[in-house]
């Protein structure tokens, strides 16, 4: 394991940020701190990194206890999503800069600059500032700034969170490539779940100070292990009392079998390759319940606003129990509403 975090606890004032939180994260992987905003990710790279101390708990890089080691010892290298180059600095000598202050020879500082430029595709930029460079290219340069000192860990804090969604998608692709080429350990924080998917060899969810899940992509998406991991990663929709991807329920128009929920298709709507079917249930109470068919299997059954049709599960898949609901404004009109 290269990081290990054992029972860390850490307070802003009465505000608990972490809660008791031990992860492990293996060497050599990609591994994405994913959840909502405020639920503490940044709160735990920084305590990886050394930018913040934990109250309680301890930190462990590659068998070394970093716990009280300031950040300079831990030999870790940070990107942040607002990147803080040297203005005044060509990009070469932005990458260079913690081989020079670690007095390197400039022979080894030359190859080892043009290597990292190679490798994040900015060979032609190498004299350019930093202001004449694109968002997305910044991103690179920190990326190899970071990686210059050949670090154990590397942290990243939404590095792609200030570029526009394609650019953001290109550096997400390019990002795995990079990690495939030099598997330095790396632990980067995303609120975006499909980033986390797409990239991720591990994802640690994160939600109010506490670890919900740790698992690979497929881990989570198919098998979360409660309603808020399966609401965060992927699409949802209530059926009884479960929770259930919209993709695995099934929709037909034959005779109902044991177990089948009847009820009315509310809407039909077209989304790209997906229709996504909304079918009002006709139990009482009703429940809105969407399921997403392929344009196939949509055309194969024919289905128009109106007409009956039964739900049920898709064999073998998944559900987690549906969190209790919270009362309406409608309930409580009604419980105001005197029954005689
Ligand atoms: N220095 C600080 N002083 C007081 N509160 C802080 C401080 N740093 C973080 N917090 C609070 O701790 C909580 C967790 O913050 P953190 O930045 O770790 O969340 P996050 O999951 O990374 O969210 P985001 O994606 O919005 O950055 C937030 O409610 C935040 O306001």
Redesign the pocket.
């Known amino acids: 394991m290269s990081i290990e975090i054992t029972n860390v606890n ?1 307070r ?2 009465d ?1 608990v ?2 809660d008791d939180v031990s992860v492990s994260i293996p060497t050599g992987q990609l591994t994405a ?1 994913l ?12 305590i990886i990194g050394g930018l ?1 101390q934990a109250d309680t708990g301890r930190v462990v890089i590659e068998g070394v206890d970093a716990t009280n080691l300031p950040p300079q010892k831990r030999n870790v290298g940070f990107v942040f999503q607002h990147y803080a180059a040297f203005k005044h600095l060509s990009v070469r000598r932005n990458v260079a800069f913690g081989l020079e202050i670690r007095k390197r020879p400039k022979a080894e500082i030359r190859s080892r600059v043009d290597e990292l430029l190679a490798l994040v595709h900015l060979e032609q930029f190498a004299e350019r500032l930093p202001s004449q460079l694109s968002g997305g290219q910044r991103q690179r340069m920190a990326l190899a700034r970071a990686l210059a000192i050949e670090p154990t860990v590397l942290l990243l ?2 590095p792609f969170g200030a570029l526009d969604a394609k650019v953001r998608r290109e550096l997400r692709d390019w990002l795995r490539r990079l990690h495939d080429e030099v598997h330095v350990s790396t632990v980067f ?1 995303t ?1 975006d779940q499909e980033e986390a998917l797409e990239v991720a060899d591990e994802i640690v969810v ?1 939600n109010e ?1 506490r670890i919900e899940q740790i698992g690979s992509p497929d881990d989570l998406y198919d098998r979360p292990a409660n309603d808020f991991v399966m609401s965060f990663l992927g699409p949802v929709t209530q059926l009884g009392d479960r929770l259930v991807r919209p993709h695995d329920l099934q929709l037909h128009t034959g005779d109902p079998a044991a177990g089948d929920i009847g009820g009315q298709i509310a809407r039909i709507n077209r989304i790209g390759f997906e229709i996504r079917v909304d079918v009002a249930t006709t139990g009482q109470p009703s429940q809105d319940v969407v399921v997403t068919l392929t344009r196939n299997e949509f055309r194969a059954l024919g289905l128009d606003v109106g007409a009956a049709v039964n739900l049920r599960l898709a064999p073998e898949s998944h559900t987690t129990p549906a969190p209790p609901r919270q009362p309406t404004p409608a309930d409580t009109a009604k419980s105001l509403t005197p029954s005689h």
Do not use: N, W, Y
């Open positions: 850490k802003f004032g505000f940020a972490l701190l959840g909502p905003s405020g639920g503490g990710k940044s709160t735990l790279l920084r913040e804090d939404e924080v609120h994160i100070g």
